[in-house]
């Protein structure tokens, strides 16, 4: 039967029974007659109470399996033309769709799930309060462990590497060296922070970057052993040559017992003149070497970028007035503070902006612009861009090599000494460099 036409059926045949017993009670017909209408009436209006509830059960029913997540239940359709028969015929209509789409998502969580755990590059995720959700096969064999049940027990296998997983922040990345069985490992740690349904928790990854550190040392070395090369023995070679000659002549005039004429004295002095200019070259050669090998540990503190940039304007003012450049500074705040030292970073600065001051000096414009801010990812910027001719794509992959210049005159350990110090400083320096169009070098502070 049609629910609306049973419901309406019922509601007739009780408002039938109250007429004829407001009738009987009017025309006081007696108390049983009375009585007996009464109870006909509340059996009526339970039945109907019954009878409309029993399509809301069926709909209760129905959504506590879609919290409960139970699809499997069907529901009986007579093909009767009933609306009972369509409500059922949806219900199974929408809780087949839903198991399609859990069976889906199960099959993406186990593919994804295999994926994670077949990376080699080891991968934890852990909540806030540092219970791990997610430990991959990758993790577990560099930390040479089976299970991980919170993020504190890295501590017990190495207090650094526990040290900066607690402490990176989205974007963060740090090199810690561990031991391991089968070695000691340099693992590059990264961290993103998230945000899933309210709750917060962490990704760190952990890639074993030793061979490569091992290939790229190696590589440092010969290139540094090939510098080092041509510069001693562009000393060693004229001081060789002429105190060969000087020995060789000196030698001669003892043997045949000849006098020493003036000329040769003054050819013999300057001689030793040359050897001393090119010893004295050679010292400060070795001097700069040390000084790039022996950078001190940074001591922190808050500085007011403003005033750094003006102290770097007062140092080269008179560079900056000899060659006419411009200098422009921009500061994103105004009151931007940077965490660092202020005399290796200012030293830095200074390396960067003189380069600059060189790159422009045969420029029409000669513009030097020093910026600051912070970027999409909460770091702090700073950057020192130039208008001159721009750094060759050859020279621009050694410019960080010790001892390699391009200029007529310099040592070539500024680039590589500034890239020390922002190393120091858990930061990055880069260049991008168009020619005709001028560089611009950066400094990346993970703040």
């Keep these: 039967m049609d629910y609306k036409i049973g419901l309406l059926g019922r509601v007739f045949v009780l408002a039938i029974t109250l007429f004829l017993l ?125 299970k991980l049940n919170h993020i504190g027990e890295i501590a017990q296998i190495n207090k650094e590497l526990h040290h900066a997983i607690e402490n990176l922040r989205t974007g963060g990345s740090e090199l810690i060296k561990i031991a391991h069985p089968d070695g000691i490992m340099q693992l590059s740690v990264y961290a993103i922070e998230l945000v899933l349904r309210d709750v917060k928790f962490k990704l760190v990854s952990l890639q074993n970057i030793q061979s490569e550190l091992e290939e790229k040392e ?40 000849e006098a020493v004429e003036k000329n040769d004295l003054e050819d013999y002095q300057m001689g030793i003149s040359t050897i001393e200019k090119r010893s004295e070259g050679l010292i400060n050669f070795v001097s700069d070497f040390r000084s790039l090998a022996h950078i001190p540990m940074p001591k922190f503190t808050a500085i007011k970028i403003r005033d750094l940039f003006d102290q770097i304007d007062i140092l080269l003012q008179n560079q900056l007035e000899t060659q006419q450049v411009v200098l422009h500074k921009e500061i994103t705040p105004e009151d931007l503070l940077l965490f660092a030292d202020c005399s290796q970073i200012e030293q830095v600065l200074i390396n960067l902006t003189q380069n600059s001051i060189h790159a422009v000096e045969d420029e029409t414009e000669k513009n030097i612009f020093l910026r600051a801010f912070i970027d999409d990812n909460g770091k702090i910027i700073i950057e020192i861009e130039d208008s001159g001719k721009g750094i060759e794509e050859e020279a621009l992959n050694n410019i960080f090599i010790p001892f390699f210049t391009t200029k007529k005159k310099g040592s070539g350990i500024g680039l590589s000494l500034s890239k020390q110090i922002m190393r120091r400083h858990k930061g990055n320096i880069q260049v991008k460099s168009t020619l005709g169009k001028g560089s611009v070098f950066k400094l990346i502070f993970n703040a």
């Design 22 to 146: 407001a009738y009987i009670i009017a025309n006081d017909s007696g108390v049983f007659a009375i009585s007996l209408f009464i109870i006909i009436t509340f059996v009526q209006l339970i039945l109907l109470i019954r009878y409309a509830e029993s399509s809301f059960k069926k709909v209760r029913q129905f959504l506590d399996n879609i919290k409960q997540s139970n699809y499997s239940t069907v529901y009986p359709v007579k093909f009767d033309g009933t609306e009972t028969d369509d409500l059922h015929i949806e219900f199974n209509a929408i809780l087949a769709k839903l198991k399609e789409d859990q069976l889906e998502k199960e099959a993406n969580f186990h593919y994804f799930r295999t994926v994670f755990q077949h990376l080699s590059i080891g991968l934890i995720t852990f909540e806030a309060d540092g219970s791990v959700q997610i430990l991959n096969t990758a993790a577990k064999r560099m930390l040479n462990i089976d």
């Design 218 to 257: 190696m590589e440092a070395w010969q290139n540094l052993i090939r510098v080092l090369t041509h510069e001693i023995m562009n000393s060693i070679a004229p001081i060789s040559s002429l105190a060969a000659t000087i020995s060789t002549d000196i030698k001669h005039k003892i043997q045949e017992n």
